[in-house]
């Protein structure tokens, strides 16, 4: 059972509406990832962090995406003016730092539809 | 840029039986951590096995194993004694080791479906 716990598991927005959804990543890991997965399967990277800094993000030029991870609270990806394109499955993974432990472990996800 | 490629889209075996499948991936860094994850029908994505560049030796968990051919810039998965709990999609994915926690990127995916 996953230890990653996203929420909601499943959300509806209309076009133009903010969409947000939360990740508790697995306790003791410090690093948080991102990922779209479209409905071909195809893993879009977004965001990663380290506790509560950025470590790499795909260039947001549209604005419209936003992500954080403060400290003592859910990590959330929001996006503020959802578009079609955006209904995807969205994961929360989450893991130890480097070295043989590396791995990800990923939430339920968050399906999102756009109609 | 880094890119992973699985051409196999769909693979069906019968089950107890031993499947390939296979994975090739592009990178410049001289070191990197390759990945396969398994996501089931429920949409549950497991860690499966990894193997970093450094090591000569394939990596092994249970009945999961790698061949990897690094001249071919290949890292295929192995499945030994199928069962039907193995059918899933499965992903490859690499992390350049210039860049610790860095992101993964993934393939395609291959489904795979194990008949009784």
């Known amino acids: 059972n996953s230890k990653v716990i996203q929420t909601p598991r499943y959300l509806v927005k209309g076009q133009g509406q903010k969409a947000k959804m939360r990740c508790i990543p697995e306790k003791g890991h410090p690093v948080v990832f991102w990922y779209q997965q479209n409905k071909n399967n195809e893993f879009k990277f977004l965001i990663n962090f380290q506790n509560q800094e950025v470590l790499q993000q795909i260039d947001m030029t549209e604005k419209r995406f936003s992500a954080e991870c403060p400290s003592n609270s859910p990590c959330s990806l929001e996006i503020q003016s959802s578009e079609a394109g955006d209904s995807a499955l969205y994961l929360c993974?989450?893991?130890?730092?480097?070295?043989?432990?590396?791995?990800?472990?990923f939430g339920h996800g968050t399906k999102l539809s756009v109609l | 840029a880094q890119k992973v490629t699985q051409t196999q889209t769909s693979i069906s075996v019968v089950e107890k039986t031993t499947v390939t499948m296979d994975c090739v991936y592009e990178?410049?860094?001289?070191?990197?951590?390759l990945f396969w994850y398994k996501q089931t029908a429920s949409g549950e994505i497991v860690f499966l096995i990894r193997q970093d560049s450094y090591k000569k030796e394939n990596a092994t968990v249970g009945h999961y194993s790698l061949n990897f051919q690094k001249p071919k810039s290949s890292i295929g998965l192995i499945i030994t004694a199928t069962q039907i709990e193995d059918s899933a999609v499965y992903f490859c994915a690499m992390r350049e080791g210039n860049y610790n926690q860095g992101k993964l990127i993934f393939g395609q995916g291959t489904k795979l479906s194990i008949k009784p």
């Open positions: 993974a989450s893991s130890l730092r480097g070295g043989s432990n590396e791995r990800l472990f």
């Open positions: 990178t410049r860094d001289s070191s990197y951590f």
